[in-house]
């Protein structure tokens, strides 16, 4: 059965900071890998994606991400946090290229952002 | 476009009620899903459907229903309300995916069963 971990609950970073969250998955095929994020009482925005090619990926707001397929990692990358970037992430992992509807999540990061 | 939409926003029920979660997309998507956020848990898949008149299961069904009439409403009913399924409600969309494709993701509703 695939999974996915995210092995920090919460993570503390100040304004200006490089930022890595950590997402690992367990699935028997490759993946499909995705990264989330949500603000308070908003929904999930889609950061990144990466269905296969090049293994590092670009995605909104500044966020990257690179897969490692040799240690089963999807981790999210930013260099300069901003005070916005506080929010909530998810890493995600689906089946097929168009597994929209089948996601399988991880529990989240929460992060803070420290003037 | 108004993107996903979900009613109501907030709802408070009594244990053994039954209602119905709405769920509307405007970008005619194929793939529309339920999931519900539970605090430490993430997102758990609850039903999704691949198009009008196909619907499945997911990781957490038991207590709930769907249906697919149409391409932009997919509806989740609960039965009979239990205090375990006090959660927030996230409906999601998406098309076929690709290089420029996306899912979008409503407001969400929070429910409370007493």
């Known amino acids: 059965a695939q999974s996915v971990t995210q092995p920090d609950i919460h993570i503390t970073v100040s304004e200006g900071a490089s930022l890595e969250l950590r997402c690992n998955y367990s699935y028997g095929a490759t993946p499909y890998l995705f990264w989330y994020v949500q603000s308070p009482g908003q929904g999930l925005q889609l950061l990144l994606k990466?269905?296969?090619?090049?293994?590092l990926v670009q995605g909104i707001k500044g966020f990257e991400a690179e897969f490692k397929r040799s240690q089963s990692s999807f981790n999210l990358r930013k260099p300069s946090v901003h005070w916005s970037d506080a929010a909530e992430y998810f890493c995600a992992v689906g089946a097929t290229a168009d597994s929209w509807g089948k996601l399988q999540f991880g529990a989240g990061t929460q992060v803070v952002v420290t003037p | 476009n108004a993107g996903v939409t979900q009613t109501p926003k907030f709802q408070v029920l009594k244990t053994g009620q039954s209602m119905t979660l709405q769920c509307a997309q405007d970008m005619n998507h194929e793939y529309m899903s339920w999931y519900r956020q539970d605090p430490g848990m993430g997102l758990r898949l609850i039903h999704y459907s691949v198009g009008a008149g196909i619907t499945d299961q997911g990781e957490v069904p038991n207590g709930y229903n769907v249906s697919r009439s149409t391409t932009e409403d997919f509806p989740l009913r609960l039965l009979s309300a239990a205090p375990s399924q006090t959660s927030v409600y996230f409906c999601?969309?998406?098309?076929?995916?690709?290089?420029?494709?996306?899912?979008?993701f409503g407001p969400g509703t929070r429910l409370l069963v007493l």
């Open positions: 990466y269905f296969s090619g090049d293994t």
């Open positions: 999601a969309s998406g098309g076929v995916a690709g290089a420029e494709e996306t899912q979008y």
